[in-house]
C-alpha cells in the first residue's frame, strides 16, 4: 500500500480541520461566529489532549493576522488568503473556494504524503474544499453541517431571505462524497437521510458539548452584581447572533405581553439581549431596539455586545429564564451553557433543541413562535424555578466536549479503515501526484 494510503489503525495523529467561512478565533454571537466556533474550539483542544495535533484553516479577513496563531497546544490556526480581507459577505465565499483550497493543497505539499490523517470539514462551504483535499490526500473526509439549507429554509422567518440554490447543491454534493456526516442530534441525522439521501451507514449522531468548568452554578447575586442588575429583578436572557432566524423579537414580543398581563411586574421586570447583528439582521441593524420601542418595553431591555465566556457565565447565572425561540437551530449550545450555569430554559421545539433541552425537566419547550405562548412558559418557569434549575444542571451533566472528542476519534478511525481496505477510487489516483511535483511553493499568505 502507497505510504499515503497508509493509516494508522490506532488514534489518528493529525487532523485539517477546514472552517473556511468564520474563524475559531472569532468571538461567538457577532458575524457569522456562533455555535460552530464553539465546538471547533472545544473539540480541537479535546482532541490535542489525546495526543492528536489539529491544524485549522480559515480565511484570512485581516492584513493583521498572522500567517499561523497556536491556539493552544497542539492546535494551529492557519489564515488562508482567499479574496478580500474584508467586505467579503458569505454569500460570496463560493468563488473564493478555489483560492482557498489552493493555499491548503499548497501547505500539505511542504511535507511528507500522509501528513494529515483525516479532513473534518465544517459547514458546506468547508465541505467543497474537503472533498478536493480528500480525494488528492486519499484520506478520510468527516464532515459536520451545523446548518442545513432545505431545514433553514423549510422554516424561515418573516422576512428573511431563503438560502440559495446553489448551497442546497454544494450540501448535496457533498453529503454524498463525505465518508462520515456528523450530526449534532437524531433529528439532524434524519433530515440528512430524508432531504439529501444520505447513507445511514455513513451518518453519525455526535452531541457537542459543554464546557462544565466554565460554566457552572454559582452565586446569583454575584452574577448579578457583575452584570449590573437588581438582586429582586425577575430576568429574562437572549444570547446568540441578532438575526430573524434567533427570532429575538419573540423574546420581546412575549415580554410586552407579561406587561400587559402583570403591570405591577414593569419595576421589576429586564430582558437582557447578549449579542450583535449577523446574517440577514445586518439589513437592519436597530431594528430590534426600535421593536422595544414600538411596543413601549425600551426601559426594562439593555442591550450587551457579545462576551467572553467568563463574563457570558455571569450573564447566565444571573438570569431568571434564558429563552432560545429560533426558528431553526441545529442543536442549541446556548441552551445547554444556560443550564450547565443553574438557569432553566424556554426553548422553541425545533432542531435539536429539544435534545438540548429536557422539557419539563431543565425547561420548557413552545411549539412555534406565538409571543403568548412564549410568555406562558416563561411564567411557568418562574413558578418552577428552583426545581427546574436543578434538572437543568443535571441535563447539561450529561454533555461533555470529551464524550464528543471521543466519538470523534472513533469516527475518525472507522471512516480510515474503512478507506484503507476499500478499492482506491480511480479519480483520486488521478489526483494523487500532481502538486508533489512543486515541493517549495509556500502557503499564500
Not at 162 to 187: C, K, S, W, Y
Not at 230 to 240: I, M, R, T, W
Not at 280 to 288: H, I, N, T, V
Amino acid at each position: 500500500m502507497p505510504a499515503h494510503r497508509a493509516f494508522r489503525t490506532g488514534t489518528p495523529r493529525r487532523v485539517a480541520t477546514l472552517s473556511v467561512h468564520t474563524s475559531p478565533l472569532d468571538q461567538p454571537g457577532a458575524g457569522d461566529a456562533g455555535g460552530m466556533n464553539v465546538y471547533i474550539v472545544e473539540a480541537s483542544r479535546r482532541l490535542a489532549a489525546r495526543g492528536i495535533a489539529v491544524d485549522i484553516f480559515t480565511r484570512a479577513t485581516s492584513s493583521d493576522l498572522p500567517p499561523v496563531v497556536e491556539m493552544s497546544p497542539g492546535v494551529t490556526v492557519r489564515h488562508v488568503n482567499a479574496g478580500p480581507f474584508e467586505g467579503l459577505g458569505k454569500e460570496e465565499l463560493p468563488a473564493q473556494l478555489c483560492a482557498f483550497t489552493a493555499a491548503v493543497l499548497r501547505e500539505e505539499a511542504q511535507h511528507e504524503p500522509g501528513y494529515y490523517d483525516v479532513v473534518h470539514s465544517h459547514y458546506w462551504l468547508s465541505g467543497q474544499v474537503g472533498w478536493l483535499a480528500r480525494d488528492r490526500w486519499s484520506v478520510p473526509l468527516i464532515h459536520t453541517a451545523h446548518t442545513l439549507a432545505k431545514v433553514k429554509n423549510e422554516a424561515l422567518a418573516d422576512g428573511d431571505r431563503p438560502e440559495p440554490r446553489a448551497r442546497v447543491i454544494g450540501e448535496e454534493q457533498v453529503v454524498a462524497e463525505a465518508d462520515r456526516l456528523i450530526a449534532n442530534t437524531d433529528e439532524e441525522a434524519r433530515q440528512l437521510v430524508r432531504l439529501y439521501g444520505a447513507d445511514p451507514a455513513r451518518t453519525l449522531v455526535v452531541p457537542p458539548g459543554v464546557d462544565l468548568d466554565r460554566f457552572a452554578p454559582g452565586s446569583r447575586a454575584a452574577a448579578r452584581r457583575a452584570v449590573g442588575m437588581p438582586e429582586d429583578a425577575v430576568v429574562l436572557l437572549f444570547v446568540g447572533r441578532i438575526q430573524p432566524l434567533k427570532a429575538p423579537d419573540v423574546l420581546l414580543h412575549a415580554a410586552a405581553q407579561l406587561l400587559v398581563d402583570d403591570p405591577a411586574l414593569r419595576s421589576r421586570l429586564r430582558v437582557h439581549v447578549v449579542g450583535a447583528p449577523s446574517g440577514s439582521g445586518l439589513d437592519a441593524p436597530e431594528q430590534l431596539q426600535k421593536l422595544a420601542g414600538s411596543l413601549g418595553i425600551a426601559d426594562v431591555v439593555t442591550f450587551f455586545p457579545p462576551q467572553p465566556p467568563e463574563r457570558l457565565a455571569d450573564h447566565y447565572r444571573a438570569a431568571d429564564v434564558t429563552v432560545v425561540p429560533s426558528h431553526n437551530e441545529s442543536f442549541g449550545l446556548v441552551a445547554l451553557e444556560s443550564q450547565a450555569c443553574g438557569t432553566p430554559v424556554v426553548a422553541a421545539a425545533v432542531g435539536g433543541l429539544p435534545t438540548a433541552v429536557h422539557d419539563g425537566v431543565s425547561g420548557v419547550l413552545v411549539a412555534g413562535h406565538d409571543p403568548g405562548d412564549y410568555a406562558t412558559a416563561v411564567r411557568a418557569v418562574l413558578a418552577r424555578r428552583e426545581l427546574l434549575a436543578a434538572g437543568a444542571r443535571r441535563h447539561a451533566g450529561r454533555f461533555s466536549w470529551d464524550r464528543t472528542a471521543d466519538a470523534l476519534v472513533e469516527a475518525y478511525t472507522a471512516a480510515a479503515r474503512d478507506m484503507a481496505t476499500a478499492p482506491a477510487r480511480p479519480a483520486r489516483e488521478r489526483l494523487l501526484a500532481p502538486l508533489r511535483v512543486l515541493p517549495s511553493v509556500q502557503v499564500a499568505r
